[in-house]
């Protein structure tokens, strides 16, 4: 009996916890729009998901093209 108990409290509180993640979010997406931009932060350390470019000395790699792509679609 315990161990059911302790299970569906267990289960309440990650459900609860889900739930204000996403109200969070959904403010957060709203703030976003209205500013007109979003902050993604890279090491730029890590080649080739994210490194400095020596031409450009502008971050390049996998995780800067999600983060475009992202940006775009928002």
């Known amino acids: ?3 059911k108990f302790s299970s ?3 289960f309440i509180a990650a459900t ?3 739930l204000v993640g996403m109200t969070a979010k959904a403010d957060q ?3 976003i729009k209205k500013k007109g931009e979003i902050v993604f ?13 020596p031409k450009t000395r502008g971050f ?3 995780e ?4 475009t792509a992202v940006a775009k679609k928002l």
């Open 1 to 3: 009996m315990r161990l």
């Open 8 to 10: 569906l409290t267990g």
């Open 16 to 18: 609860a916890l889900a």
């Open 29 to 31: 997406l709203d703030d």
């Open 41 to 53: 932060g890279v090491l730029g350390t890590d080649e080739p998901n994210s490194f400095v470019d």
């Open 60 to 62: 390049i790699g996998y």
């Open 64 to 67: 800067i093209d999600i983060a």
